[in-house]
């Protein structure tokens, strides 16, 4: 019994209906899956909007809608009457640009040598390095905090250079990553050595190849680790708060715990000025997110 052409296609076109059906019903099960982690991980952001908006009522009542809107909690919190807020929004503006430009240039130095220079133990104090990875940034405070002391950043001595020296207190710990420094030397690695042999051969020095070949192919990757880096210095807390700073001195995400005062809690203020604190970051990654999607792809790529 021999089988004619058209049966041929017809079971073709039955197996790719069945295929289809089987993919978008995959599909269909995935965007629901994915939807509803994307609820239960939005609805904090969102409750902490609606609750920053609300006059008055129970804020730890789980709810969809606020109960009213006024805008009474943002004002509290950006005239300044409770905490210094234009100062610390100032505060973390030059922790945030110091700490990003320390952190970026340290990192590609760093990842240089450790890509495309040959010497003994090369790869052992590259792998070396990376096990840091493993420990929390707690297990450094002790370090960190007894390193501060002993550098001098927390003496008075002046109003300008006690301004100075508590920034530097709050940035220096941060300015050594080891993220950065793996993402940027994978960068590195995708660079042809073909270019760096011919720079040397026309008699470059290794600060000029650096400069003229290897960051400016690797600038995207750059730009997704300074983005990582803003994130993380605006986020910063922990660290801010167990330093003997100036009150003035504290950055915005430290700050705002002052909105929660010994014997009474403005709740709502609190959430208000959570809010603005992320604003910032949302705007960052949103305008930056083509640049910050192409850097990892490279770095991991690399």
């Known amino acids: 019994m021999t089988t004619s052409p058209s049966d041929f296609a017809q079971t073709a076109a039955q197996l790719k209906a069945q295929r289809k059906r089987r993919n978008r019903l995959h599909n269909i099960a995935a965007y629901s899956v994915l939807t509803v982690i994307a609820l239960v991980m939005l609805y904090p952001f969102y409750w902490t909007l609606i609750t920053s908006l609300e006059p008055t009522g129970n804020i730890y009542q789980a709810k969809l809608a606020p109960s009213g809107v006024s805008l009474k909690n943002y004002s509290a ?29 340290f990192a590609a130095l760093a990842a240089y ?8 133990g090369r790869d052992l104090i590259f792998y070396a390095i990376l096990a840091l990875v493993v420990l929390p940034n707690e297990s450094g ?60 051969i026309d008699g470059a020095k290794e600060l000029t190849i650096w400069r ?14 300074a983005i990582l ?58 305008s930056l997110q083509r640049y910050f999607m192409k850097g990892i792809e490279g770095a991991v790529k690399g």
């Open 77 to 105: 919190v950006l005239s300044g009457t409770t905490v210094p807020f234009w100062r610390m929004v100032l505060n973390s503006v030059v922790i945030c640009t110091v700490g990003v430009l320390g952190s970026v240039t």
């Open 113 to 120: 040598p450790l890509a495309k220079m040959r010497f003994p």
């Open 141 to 200: 405070l002790i370090v960190n905090y007894i390193t501060t002391i002993k550098l001098g950043l927390l003496e008075q001595r002046g109003p300008v250079w006690d301004t100075i020296t508590q920034y530097a207190a709050i940035v220096l710990p941060s300015i050594a990553s080891i993220v950065g420094l793996f993402l940027i030397r994978q960068a590195y690695l995708g660079v042809p050595l073909e270019l760096i042999e011919a720079a040397r």
């Open 212 to 225: 003229r070949i290897m960051l400016p192919l690797s600038m995207p990757t750059i730009a997704a680790f």
């Open 229 to 286: 880096e803003f994130v993380a210095l605006w986020n910063s807390f922990l660290w801010a708060r167990i330093l003997p700073l100036d009150p003035q001195m504290l950055p915005l995400s430290a700050g705002l715990l002052e909105l929660s005062g010994t014997f009474a809690t403005n709740s709502r203020a609190t959430m208000a000025g959570a809010v603005l604190v992320i604003i910032p970051i949302l705007i960052v990654f949103a």
